[in-house]
């Protein structure tokens, strides 16, 4: 069963505009969430985190809000840059688990100029 | 200061071999992870390691171990190489071990598996 899960394999979005990025989880003990990008080739690269006592986070073009209601997550790129066309990974944490990370199975994004 | 290095970058084995990777954390970092990454799917947790103590294990066989040295860098083994064992595999090394803070880890670049 898949505790992660990012339903969308691929997003394309005109440069300048909105990324969205959707990730569900369904571990209720899940407490630290984290988003990663990945080119080929590279291991991931750590890009914004957020605990689950904040709904939102931000760090420059990056944004990570956290419903933690519904169990979902979303990392915003505003405004996009075809650099930021790689593989997108979501990834979740719980407390008593240290950084033993649950990743879900990534977003595609394509930015086009 | 050097990030996450893992060697080799790629190697190639046949079943039944066994394989040895190798991964220096970042310096000060004392946590090593491994995770198992298939095409097209996202990293699997296969180990972690905290003051060269295993602190954590996946689902994954026996056939996986590891360890970290007094240096908090660490190998992962695998025996008995099976077809389905090709993957990337990646170190991710932390400042921290259990419960403290966020659990941010950084990636090596992983090593390119391919078992024929």
């Known amino acids: 069963d898949q505790q992660v899960k990012q339903n969308s394999p691929s997003l394309s979005v005109q440069e300048g505009r909105i990324s969205i990025l959707n990730c569900d989880y369904t571990n209720s003990m899940f407490d630290y969430f984290l988003w990663y990008k990945k080119y080929p080739a590279e291991g991931p690269t750590f890009l914004i985190s957020?605990?689950?006592?904040?709904d939102k986070n931000e760090d420059g073009r990056f944004t990570v809000f956290l419903n933690k209601s519904a169990k979902h997550l979303s990392l915003h790129i505003v405004p996009s840059q075809p650099g930021d066309s790689a593989v997108y990974f979501c990834a979740a944490s719980a407390g008593n688990a240290g950084n033993m990370l649950t990743f879900g199975g990534g977003t595609r994004l394509m930015v086009k100029p | 200061d050097a990030g996450v290095t893992q060697s080799p970058t790629h190697l190639i084995k046949t079943r039944g071999q066994q394989v040895t990777l190798r991964c220096s954390p970042i310096?000060?970092?004392?946590?090593v992870s491994w995770y198992q990454q298939v095409l097209g799917q996202g990293p699997q947790f296969i180990f972690q390691y905290y003051e060269k103590e295993e602190r954590g294990r996946g689902n994954f066989p026996d056939r996986f171990s590891a360890r970290q040295f007094p240096n908090y860098s660490s190998e992962l083994n695998v025996n008995a190489l099976l077809l389905g064992d090709s993957a990337l595999y990646l170190c991710?090394?932390?400042?921290?071990?259990?419960?403290?803070?966020?659990?941010?880890?950084?990636f090596g670049q992983g090593t390119r598996l391919t078992v024929v």
């Open positions: 991710a090394s932390s400042l921290v071990g259990l419960g403290s803070g966020g659990p941010e880890a950084f």
């Open positions: 957020i605990s689950s006592i904040k």
């Open positions: 310096s000060g970092h004392k946590s």
